[in-house]
């Protein structure tokens, strides 16, 4: 496929508007001469409509769905712990159990060989935070390494029973420095974006011990790779392999000199999760799909579970800053492509701006660039030209989530971008994507108040068989349907397929 639709005049208006003199990694306020001086509470909708809504500013993060029946629980991760919604009414969503579980990294699965319905969280030291006082992150905090060592808790996932929404029963914990899980201190990063499907494995987004420090990014101490975990038994899971590029590791010097990357400090460098297997290993499975940061989109060879190989390999141009990939979508292997998107770290602009590209991986040890997703516009009615002038982050952060009910619409995606909301592309010609329908919410925080605005339009969870879209936000959860995915059901409805093969239970 050859490389169209880039959408460069765009692009380039709003990368000279972005980029400031000084780039430098700050998750603390950088305003521009034209940003707005409040936060914007106006909902700017277009070919969408809100047809229910659940507050609450703890309302952003990542969301699992599981069924029973006609009916559907929706599991969002929290801080400090997450909440099991019902949805069956989707118009009338209900939190029927506050506080449910550990962890706001979540993932949750049907296990077939043992009949229960398993979730799996993640934990982690705390990430370093770039201030006004230390805009640089760990490179100008003289305390951050320690508070990321000293840390006392668990460093790796929590298993859980959660067959029964209303009572989710402790499993086990693993360590991913695989120690004592039940030791006060541990080392390594733990894990941020894992993945579990409900089979023999869970791929984890893992650094195991404290040598894994060739990490550029000013918000990281650890450079992370993939660890492999044979979950047959979730009540005692067993370590099977971790792979990492050369050069993470400390000892790994004349690698680490190797890369682009080296002494940056800004690039991200390891990976971000999640590790996605669209065919269970146990099912003949072969090929692990991942992003790695600066580094890339990974595509591995899982023929040996006990030692992954990197197989291919997508690089974009070198852009020192933010994360360049943080998710890899591969909902449409299918048509021949995945789609590898960015998170942007800093607001008001202050790093550059990295693409989304669609990536033909039809010969998945040479991927090639199709095209990249546009760049959205502020509506013609917002007060500002572009969302730079808005405060907050802006730039992409996740798509839906591969585990879904139904199959991915083939033509239609959305991806959540912070502070210019849920974006929705028509990717029926991969060559030329483009936004046909988007949501914005109000802004929820306080602009006093740096970080409390950041994460505004963060996660987004699409039924696909109900053509529902849930978007996670700091101003609650919102249900959307739009005529570009088809006629909504609004009423409780049996699952009979899910988006991968052999996932979860089906309702015959």
């Known amino acids: 496929m050859t ?73 969002q991760g929290g801080i400090p712990r997450g909440d099991v919604i019902e949805v069956t009414d989707p118009l009338n969503p209900v939190v029927i159990n506050e506080g449910a579980f550990e962890g706001r990294q979540i993932q949750l699965a049907y296990n077939a060989e043992i009949g229960k319905w398993i979730l799996m969280t993640g934990a982690a030291p705390p990430l370093i935070r770039a201030t006004t006082e230390f805009p640089h992150g760990k490179y100008d905090d003289p305390s951050a390494y320690e508070r990321v060592n000293n840390h006392d808790g668990l460093r790796g996932v929590r298993f859980y029973d959660a067959s029964d929404p209303y009572d989710i029963k402790p499993l086990s914990e693993f360590s991913t420095d695989l120690g004592d899980p039940a030791r006060t201190r541990q080392t390594g990063g733990g894990t941020h974006r894992d993945y579990y499907d409900g089979g023999r494995y869970a791929y984890l987004d893992a650094a195991p011990d404290d040598s894994f420090t060739h990490q550029e990014s000013p918000v990281r101490v650890h450079s992370h790779g993939v660890m492999l975990v044979d979950v047959s ?87 020192p800053g933010g994360i360049a990939f943080h998710s890899v979508d591969v909902s449409r292997l299918d048509r021949g492509f995945v789609i590898g998107a960015p998170e942007v770290l800093n607001p008001d602009c202050n790093e550059p701006y990295h693409h989304s590209y669609i990536i033909d991986v039809s010969d998945p040890a040479n991927p090639q660039e199709i095209s990249t997703l546009p760049i959205p516009r502020p509506p013609e009615e917002a007060p500002y030209d572009n969302f730079c002038q808005k405060r907050g982050r802006f730039g992409v952060h996740n798509p839906p989530h591969l585990k879904a009910p139904g199959k991915a619409d083939p033509d239609f995606t959305c991806y959540t971008f912070f502070n210019a909301g849920l974006q929705c592309y028509d990717i029926s010609d991969p060559e030329y994507p483009f936004i046909s329908s988007y949501f914005i919410p109000p802004q929820g925080g306080d602009l006093d108040e740096p970080g409390s605005y950041t994460r505004n339009t963060d996660n987004v969870f699409i039924e696909w068989d109900r053509k529902l879209i849930w978007v996670a936000t700091d101003t609650g959860v919102y249900l959307l349907t739009s005529p570009e995915l088809g006629d909504p059901v609004l009423g409780p409805l049996p699952v009979t397929e899910w988006n991968l093969p052999d996932l979860n239970r089906s309702e015959e």
């Open 3 to 75: 490389v169209k639709g880039n959408h460069f005049v765009i692009a380039l208006a709003l990368l000279i508007l972005s980029v400031p003199e000084s780039v430098l990694a700050n998750a603390h306020p950088h305003p521009r001469p034209d940003s707005l001086p409040y936060l914007d509470q106006t909902t700017y909708i277009r070919n969408m409509a809100v047809r229910a809504h659940i507050g609450g500013e703890n309302r952003r993060w990542k969301m699992q769905m599981m069924s029973q029946g006609e009916r559907r629980f929706l599991f």
């Open 233 to 319: 038994d979730p009540s005692e899971p067993k370590h099977v392999s971790h792979w990492w590029l050369p050069g993470q590791r400390e000892d790994e010097e004349e690698a680490y000199e190797a890369w682009r990357e080296s002494g940056d400090k800004e690039s991200f460098t390891g990976m971000h999760g999640a590790f996605y297997v669209p065919k269970k290993q146990e099912n003949g499975g072969k090929l692990g799909f991942s992003p790695w940061g600066s580094f890339g989109i990974f595509i591995h060879d899982l023929s040996d579970a006990a030692a992954p190989k990197l197989l291919g390999r997508f690089e974009a141009p070198y852009k």
